[in-house]
């Protein structure tokens, strides 16, 4: 039997290529427990050749990115061009994402002893001045957590674009958590949110990135699993 194939792709650091790409490997092999018939690979683009050293023919592509934007609609096909493959849905518009962070959220909130208050969330994403779809992944995101949590107060807030990170979390309760909405943590997950609540006197928790939650891996094993059914 013709061993299938799966390559997780993801933006990287273009800074410090090898870090993020350690790290999707690592992620890369927890999902291969979900699915050991598969040949489950990885590759970040800011890493150069490492996409054209993975890829092969016939391959499932699972965006490791929170939206259908610049990169997952323009710079990952064109870096494919005259491949055949087939594109999973990207991570952050994969439709059980919302359950399993809410699940995820409650529990935080317990952990922090905030659970007589409401909760109260700052979806910290990324934005972008390229176009609307890093917001409107975030928006829609929030939208479906809202619906999942009711009474929560959910806050999605950018690293670039109005409304800034800091701008918002000077109006949350301090019993707030902070949940940065990305695949991995880079830069701005790093440096740039962290100065920006820095600015804000921010007192609430902050969370891992939402591509760290668990169940994270059985999530994407079986988003690939319905690409491929496709």
Known sequence: MTTKTAILTS????????????????????????????????????????????????????????????????VLPERLSGRDYTMACPFGLDSSLPELTAAALQDAQREAGWADVPLSVLLAAHGSARGPKAAEAAEAFATHLRALLPGAQISPAFVEQAPGIDTVARTLPRQTLCLPFFAQAGDHVREDIPEALNSAAFAGQVLPVVGALPGTPALIAKAIAAADSL
């Open 11 to 74: 933006h990287g650091q273009p800074s410090a290529p090898e870090p993020p790409e350690r790290a999707l490997a690592a992620l890369a092999a927890e999902v291969a427990v979900h699915l050991p018939s598969w040949d489950i690979r990885s590759a970040t683009l800011a890493n150069p050749g490492r996409l054209d050293a993975v890829m092969t023919d016939g391959a499932i592509i699972y965006p490791f990115f929170m939206a259908r934007g610049w990169f997952t609609a323009k």
